[in-house]
């Protein structure tokens, strides 16, 4: 290989990179704030962020603790009866098509609405589709950091009568074991299109795809 | 050979029945398929989803929902705005006249607000809902899993 090819090679390489980081940007924020840190495919997720969060079991969970296991994140909220479930829902049949492979996978439930969602709440929550799926909360000001982090957007809004709701992304993130985003998932997306990418996932870091 | 004929006639009544729940009439109007889905007990919000048929020359529309179950009902729509999922109330549901209102998770729902101690699978409960023209009637809702995307 000649130097220019190899220089051609890492200049698609960054353009890729950049097309991927502003499509992930651009989807996560139309007509809301911009997400603060560009979530970088070629990086960890959220790496050199500094939040904090709890587990349903109360447990912190740092960005330290994305990578070591295969992660599907779907972000949502508890108060929310007819999307969220359909969410949860397609993560519960996705893992049950994977059979004993799907044990390697780490589901996560993110709440956008930490006010209400305690840890306690989110345990019950996510144990109605698979127990599973783990429930990720945290202080209001950790968890917003901790969207912003990952190119999650979230916006309380007020409903008549008192209250409220939550507009939020829509996206499930798939990232690898050493914490890259690998993936997103939609859940209008046939479900064994979901499992072959859960598949790369379990694949593992260096694997294509 | 009259028994064979009864017997025909109970099985094809029998298959004109759709599945799940009750089939409540009202007019030209016909409900189907009300169901709910199950949340912790300590919830707030529920959904229920339900099929309007109208057979009439005339739309109708929902001017009033009430559930035992919950403090109010409400009609709602989620939207997909990009990749933001946003969802809001809507103003009155409308059934066209010789067409159908359909709702499934991911659109138009009835929000439960103010629920009295969650919605448990297999449970069933009341939906009074008042149109402008058939007038009130009462719809059996039937809580199916939480992750049901239809009638159980
Ligand atoms: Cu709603």
């Given at each position: 290989?000649t130097l220019?090819?190899?220089?051609?090679?890492?200049?698609?390489a960054?353009?890729?990179?950049?097309?991927?980081?502003?499509?992930?940007?651009?989807?996560?924020?139309?007509?809301g704030?911009?997400?603060?840190?560009?979530?970088?495919?070629?990086?960890?997720l959220?790496e050199?962020?500094?939040?904090q969060?709890?587990?349903?079991?109360?447990?912190p969970?740092?960005?330290?603790?994305?990578?070591?296991?295969?992660?599907?994140?779907?972000?949502?909220?508890?108060?929310?009866?007819d999307v969220?479930?359909?969410?949860?829902?397609?993560v519960?049949?996705?893992?049950?098509?994977?059979g004993?492979?799907?044990?390697?996978?780490?589901?996560?439930?993110?709440?956008?609405?930490?006010?209400r969602?305690?840890?306690?709440?989110?345990?019950?929550?996510?144990?109605?589709?698979?127990p599973?799926?783990?429930?990720?909360?945290?202080?209001p000001d950790q968890?917003?950091?901790?969207l912003?982090?990952l190119?999650?957007f979230?916006?309380?809004?007020?409903?008549?009568?008192?209250?409220?709701?939550?507009?939020?992304?829509?996206?499930?993130?798939?990232?690898?074991s050493?914490?890259r985003l690998r993936?997103?998932?939609?859940?209008?997306?046939?479900a064994?299109?979901?499992?072959?990418?859960?598949?790369?996932?379990?694949?593992g870091p260096?694997?294509?795809g | 050979?009259?028994?064979i004929?009864?017997?025909g006639?109970v099985?094809?009544?029998a298959?004109?029945?759709?599945?799940?729940?009750?089939?409540?009439?009202a007019?030209?109007?016909?409900?189907?398929?009300?169901?709910?889905?199950?949340?912790?007990?300590?919830?707030?919000?529920?959904?229920v989803?339900?099929?309007?048929?109208?057979?009439?020359?005339?739309?109708?529309?929902?001017?009033?929902?009430?559930?035992p179950?919950?403090?109010?009902?409400?009609?709602?729509e989620?939207?997909?705005?990009?990749?933001v999922?946003?969802?809001a109330?809507t103003?009155?549901?409308?059934?066209?006249?010789?067409?159908?209102?359909?709702m499934?998770?991911?659109?138009?729902?009835?929000?439960?607000?103010?629920?009295?101690?969650?919605?448990?699978p297999?449970?069933?409960?009341?939906?009074?809902?008042?149109?402008?023209r058939?007038?009130?009637?009462?719809?059996?809702?039937?809580?199916?899993?939480?992750?049901?995307?239809?009638p159980?």
């Amino acid at each position: 290989m000649t130097l220019r090819h190899l220089r051609l090679i890492l200049w698609s390489a960054v353009g890729v990179a950049l097309v991927a980081g502003s499509v992930l940007l651009w989807r996560a924020s139309p007509g809301g704030p911009v997400p603060a840190t560009r979530p970088d495919p070629g990086r960890p997720l959220a790496e050199g962020s500094r939040w904090q969060l709890l587990d349903e079991r109360n447990q912190p969970f740092t960005p330290a603790d994305l990578p070591g296991r295969p992660t599907v994140m779907v972000f949502g909220f508890t108060q929310c009866p007819d999307v969220c479930p359909t969410s949860l829902s397609y993560v519960a049949n996705l893992l049950r098509s994977l059979g004993p492979r799907g044990e390697a996978i780490r589901p996560l439930f993110l709440t956008v609405d930490p006010e209400r969602d305690t840890p306690a709440v989110m345990a019950d929550y996510t144990d109605l589709f698979d127990p599973r799926i783990h429930g990720v909360t945290g202080a209001p000001d950790q968890m917003a950091a901790a969207l912003k982090s990952l190119g999650i957007f979230s916006r309380k809004v007020p409903q008549d009568g008192g209250g409220y709701t939550m507009d939020h992304s829509a996206t499930i993130l798939l990232l690898d074991s050493s914490g890259r985003l690998r993936s997103t998932l939609d859940i209008h997306e046939e479900a064994e299109a979901a499992v072959r990418k859960v598949e790369r996932l379990l694949a593992g870091p260096g694997a294509p795809g | 050979m009259k028994s064979i004929l009864t017997a025909g006639a109970v099985l094809l009544a029998a298959c004109a029945l759709p599945a799940t729940a009750e089939t409540v009439r009202a007019g030209d109007l016909s409900i189907e398929q009300a169901w709910a889905r199950a949340t912790i007990p300590s919830a707030q919000t529920g959904a229920v989803y339900l099929t309007i048929r109208n057979g009439g020359a005339q739309p109708d529309r929902i001017v009033a929902l009430e559930a035992p179950v919950a403090g109010h009902a409400t009609p709602h729509e989620t939207k997909q705005d990009g990749d933001v999922l946003r969802m809001a109330e809507t103003g009155p549901l409308s059934i066209p006249a010789g067409g159908a209102l359909e709702m499934k998770p991911g659109g138009t729902h009835i929000m439960l607000m103010d629920l009295k101690g969650g919605l448990k699978p297999g449970q069933s409960f009341p939906l009074t809902v008042t149109f402008e023209r058939a007038g009130t009637l009462a719809v059996p809702v039937t809580v199916g899993r939480a992750g049901a995307m239809g009638p159980e």
